[in-house]
């Protein structure tokens, strides 16, 4: 016997139907698009709020940590003021990578992030920061609270990720520069700002 259609017509749009949550900028939900073990990028599609492949990924390199975005934020005009050379935000909801220490493998979830720092990343002359977090209450990571305490080699693994990820043979990386708790806090705020002069709504909750 069929469920009734309430039970199965709807779900929110993981950008715009769920909320960063209510401690935001310090910890978010994150909406999670592509794991550690993806060879292909995946990316919500704007409109139908599903999961769609982007590209395979052009190198061998694998995504060091979870990846995805925060509901309801946007790189708009305040975000891209924040990175130097930058002539706007790059229109996409804010980026994040959730490190943990325990292997997760699924995607289209949503976890509860502890933001420590952040990279800028230029791209085609639009801001396309990415937050870095970690798994709120993870046994190895959790208690982790600014990008600096971080073992280096795995800061280094995000920037170089994230510097040649779509890099064309012959071309030169793009520069990516890790920053502070702080600085990731005045950029979240700004996306969370700019998806409400968008987008109207409550700006976190």
Request: glycine letters at 8%.
């Amino acid at each position: 016997m069929p469920f009734p259609e309430p039970f199965y017509s709807w779900r929110p749009h993981p950008w715009h139907g769920i909320a960063p949550g209510p401690d935001a900028p310090k910890v978010v939900q994150a909406y999670i698009e592509i794991t550690p073990f993806d060879l292909v990028k995946y990316e919500i599609d704007k409109v139908n709020g599903m999961l769609r492949v982007d590209r395979p990924q052009r190198t061998s390199s694998q995504p060091p940590s979870l990846y995805g975005f925060i509901p309801r934020t946007l790189c708009g005009r305040r975000t891209g003021a924040l990175t130097p050379g930058a002539r706007d935000g790059d229109g996409d909801p804010l980026d994040i990578c959730v490190l943990s220490e325990r292997p997760i493998t699924a995607r289209e979830i949503l976890v509860k992030a502890k933001v420590i720092g952040g990279l800028t990343m230029l791209d085609n002359g639009e801001a396309d920061d990415k937050i870095v977090a970690v798994l709120a209450g993870d046994f190895v990571w959790g208690e982790v609270e600014d990008l600096a305490q971080l073992p280096p080699v795995l800061v280094e693994r995000l920037r170089h990720y994230f510097a040649t990820y779509k890099l064309l043979p012959g071309a030169v990386p793009v520069p990516v520069t890790p920053y502070d708790q702080q600085r990731a806090y005045e950029v979240l705020t700004a996306s969370l700002q700019d998806y409400h002069a968008v987008y109207g709504g409550p700006a976190n909750a």
